[in-house]
């Protein structure tokens, strides 16, 4: 299983399923993350939190708790 939290900057990747319960995931998709749209990843901060991504022509930053929850492909 291949998380967004490991796609390296400039690539761009495919939400195959959101994991998470309840209100976590809720917030994540209420986001527009959801399955089958696409996330670029623009950048990661120096320490590797919060990664910057586009998701449907809009710019959003992700924890790296809340990468690890969104499967990819």
């Known amino acids: 299983m291949r998380?967004?939290?490991?796609?390296?900057?400039?690539?761009t990747?495919?939400?195959k399923r959101v994991h998470g319960?309840?209100?976590l995931r809720r917030r994540i998709m209420d986001m527009g993350?959801?399955?089958g749209v696409?996330?670029?990843v623009r950048k990661v901060a120096p320490l590797?939190?919060?990664i910057e991504i586009t998701v449907r022509?809009?710019?959003l930053s992700v924890r790296?708790?809340?990468?690890e929850l969104i499967e990819v492909e």
């Open 64 to 67: 790296k708790n809340d990468a």
């Open 57 to 59: 022509d809009y710019e």
């Open 48 to 50: 590797g939190d919060p």
């Open 33 to 35: 993350i959801t399955k």
């Open 3 to 11: 998380t967004l939290k490991e796609v390296k900057v400039g690539q």
């Open 38 to 40: 696409e996330i670029y």
């Open 13 to 15: 990747c495919t939400v």
């Open 21 to 23: 319960e309840g209100a």
